[in-house]
């Protein structure tokens, strides 16, 4: 019996070692690609410092990678802003997600086939994780919450979406000071006299897996005759409500302030307001802001 202990140790602690070897001799780089909800990660190990030669170590280089991406990968996808002052990392700490299940989306990442340099010193690959099924597991309400609404229904245009125009920077609520608003996985939207209008909670899990779509300012100044980017108006339709955003909120300037009266246009139709429910809205933020290296 402790001899078979000691075996299973030991192969553990080959296991551990081979894991440790890997982090350390494979490269990772990437981004967030907010405009598409993915994290986009380049692995690489470089032949000579690994001691390894061809051709009989090409398969033991792509383990390498391959053992080494899920610990590489776990600290972009844990530093991931969810709200304005919550990263996935804190879920993880209060016991709202587990590593395992952020593993399991990191793990279903698309990969290429791993790819020799010309000069053959170094091998690569390409992970893209989609950051949709991230946010898919995070709406857990079992029914949208209500969302604010008139007393009386108000004749106002029925729309097919909205757009929140917030590329610009613009002033912060509660500071002296302006910010470029920034992206998240749940942004939540606020009126000038700070009524919260839209938050995840009010999106419906069976019509939608993620709140709001980002887009840069180019995506509406299209030559089209809705001025539209084809992929936005697929989502938008052809008749957007579109909002200019006066200011900003939150410790991490993610939420766009609309003006109440743009508010009003939303909440006063129970068609506008089921725009919400259905996530059919889109934020424009500066390109700068929608790309995350690392």
């Known amino acids: 019996m402790v001899q078979i202990k000691r075996m299973i140790l030991s192969g553990f602690l080959l296991v551990l070692g ?5 982090q350390n001799m494979v490269n990772i780089s990437g981004s967030v690609v907010w405009e598409h909800l993915e994290i986009n990660a380049d692995l690489s190990v470089n032949l000579a410092q690994a001691g390894i030669r061809l051709p009989t ?4 280089a792509e383990e390498l990678i391959s053992d080494g991406y899920q610990h590489l990968i776990r600290p972009q996808l844990l530093s991931l802003p969810i ?3 919550t990263i996935l990392r804190n879920l993880l700490e209060r016991g ?3 590593l ?3 593993d399991l989306i990191s793990g279903a990442a698309r990969a290429i086939a791993p790819a020799m340099s010309t000069d053959l010193s170094t091998l690569s690959t390409h992970y ?3 950051l949709r099924q991230l946010s898919a597991t995070l709406m857990q309400h079992d029914r949208p919450s209500d969302t604010m609404r008139t007393l009386i229904a108000a004749p106002v245009t029925s729309y097919t979406g909205i757009i929140i125009i917030a590329n610009e920077a613009m002033p912060v609520h509660g500071k002296r000071s302006s910010a470029l608003t920034l992206p998240c996985l749940f942004p939540k939207v606020w009126d000038t006299d700070m009524n919260l209008i839209y938050e995840r909670s009010m999106v419906d899990r069976q019509a939608a897996t993620t709140m709001v779509r980002y887009v840069p300012p180019q995506h509406i100044f299209q030559d089209t005759p809705s001025g539209l980017d084809p992929e936005l108006e697929a989502f938008v339709g052809r008749n957007p409500l579109r909002i200019i955003a006066r200011g900003v909120f939150g410790m991490r300037p993610t939420d766009p302030i609309i003006d109440r009266d743009d508010a009003l246009l939303i909440i ?3 068609q506008n307001r089921a725009l919400l429910r259905e996530g059919k ?3 424009v933020l500066d390109s700068a802001t929608l790309t995350t290296t690392f």
């Open 18 to 22: 081979n894991s440790l070897f890997a």
């Open 57 to 60: 170590g090409r398969i033991y």
């Open 83 to 85: 709200d304005s002052s």
């Open 96 to 98: 709202e997600i587990s």
């Open 100 to 102: 395992k299940t952020t």
């Open 128 to 130: 893209t994780v989609d």
């Open 268 to 270: 006063s139709s129970e």
């Open 281 to 283: 809205v889109a934020i």
